[in-house]
């Protein structure tokens, strides 16, 4: 068995092997600056990925899955494509997926068709004899990619210059690189999903007098103000690409909630003017937004909630009811479909797709099956082991807050 690719933690600059750029935050079609439409082909397929007008995809597909059998375990995030959720052995969001992969200690391979954060978690979740592998190495998120090492390490020697690093607790979001979340763990503070952020933000409080939220900015503010009762004034805004943070040391003091300046490109798509539109379009429409959404929109909703939450509460939703859902649009149609005694339509007109988690298609799921069986390891992900230790330091910090066994987010 031969293993091509070991791909090291952070950012896509070094997934791609370019130099990274403080601006850039996907760098799809790109080496080295110049433009490379090849590898809009997907990274490190060398040659041999199968046309997607292949009309023998699908039984491919069949095949290289029945040929690898219990050898393998195939993760599909909730914002796949149908073609590759009909593959996957498990769906879910990025923990659950994580953790199923983490029940499956036999599954020698752990395909995850999902984004790079969420491959690293399942590397870091799962024994050592077992190996990631991420179907297209393009496939990163625009959100774990806004807050790099390096600048969060600059932002914290900045707290640090201002005696105010020991009394911040550092809190990380899910959707953040394995860097970042062992920087978290090295620094005292906690993971947390998008339906524990409250109870994570909860216990920061109860050590220490301000967090620093990294890296999604609406999902710290939302469950600050709507969740914790905080105000808005108690959260600042730490751009990276400002001089200290764009924050003065006194605002900085002040502070409760330090909020790093990332955002979803999905999510953050969503205006209050959508909800308003929605709402004259449909009379009596239900407005169910994810908390990545932008605080003038969560406050505009009906209900707010993690993926699984928007999953159950269309579940539990009466026939004949109406549902407007901000979120990610291959969930949203898939749940339309699921429920066809419902009305539900996407909350804003235009068609947005997550652009990173649709680089894993059938293709490359295609290859990288296909080339486990032939005996080549493609596209591995591999945390280091000090980064892999003290982010699972952060982790588990999580999973040993209250009720956190059954959290998702
Ligand atoms: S939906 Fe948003 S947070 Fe999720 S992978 Fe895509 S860009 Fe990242």
Not at 239 to 248: F, R
Not at 354 to 360: E, V
Request: negative net charge.
């Amino acid at each position: 068995m031969t293993v091509d690719a070991v791909v090291p933690a952070d950012t896509a600059a070094a997934r791609l092997g370019v130099a990274p750029s403080p601006l850039a935050q996907l760098l799809l079609g790109r080496t080295l600056g110049t433009a490379d439409l090849a590898s809009e082909r997907g990274v490190d397929c060398p040659g041999d990925l199968p046309s997607p007008s292949d009309p023998g995809l699908v039984e491919r597909a069949r095949r290289a899955r029945a040929a690898l059998g219990d050898r393998a375990f195939v993760l599909g995030h909730h914002y796949q494509r149908d073609e590759v959720i009909e593959f996957a052995d498990v769906t879910g969001d990025s923990f659950k997926l994580a953790q199923k992969a983490a029940a499956r200690p036999d599954a020698e391979f752990v395909l995850f068709c999902g984004v790079h954060f969420m491959a690293e978690s399942a590397d870091i979740l799962t024994g050592d004899h077992q190996q990631v592998v991420l179907p297209d190495l393009a496939a990163g998120c625009s959100m774990a990619d806004m807050a790099g090492l390096q600048q969060v390490e600059d932002a914290w020697a900045a707290f640090e210059a201002a005696g105010l690093a020991d009394s911040t607790v550092p809190v990380a979001y899910m959707n953040s690189t394995a860097a970042i979340k062992s920087f978290t763990g090295r620094h005292g503070g906690t993971i947390c999903t998008s339906s524990n952020a409250d109870r994570s933000l909860r216990w920061a409080f109860e050590r220490g007098e301000r967090v620093l939220f990294l890296p999604d900015q609406h999902l710290g503010r939302n469950t600050a103000v709507l969740q914790l009762g905080l105000e808005l004034d108690d959260c600042v805004v730490w751009n990276p690409h400002k001089p200290h943070g764009g924050v003065t040391p006194e605002q900085l003091r002040r502070a409760k909630m330090v909020l790093w300046r990332g955002h979803c490109s999905v999510h953050g798509r969503f205006s209050a003017a959508n909800v308003a539109d929605v709402r004259e379009r449909i009379p009596g429409v239900n407005v169910l937004v994810h908390p990545e959404c932008r605080h003038e929109v969560v406050t505009a909703a009906d209900s707010v909630g993690s993926t699984e939450h928007i999953i159950r509460t269309l579940e539990a939703a009466p026939p004949g009811s109406s549902w407007a859902v901000g979120t990610e649009l291959n969930l949203v149609s898939r749940l339309a479909a699921a429920h066809p005694d419902k009305s539900i339509v996407f909350l804003e007109r235009t068609v947005c797709y997550c652009s990173t988690m649709n680089r894993i298609d059938l293709p490359h799921l295609v290859w990288a099956m296909e080339s486990l069986v032939d005996g080549r390891v493609v596209n591995r992900i591999e945390v280091d082991p000090d980064t892999a230790h003290w982010a699972r330091v952060a982790l588990d910090r999580m999973l040993s807050l209250p009720g956190s066994g059954t959290t998702r987010g």
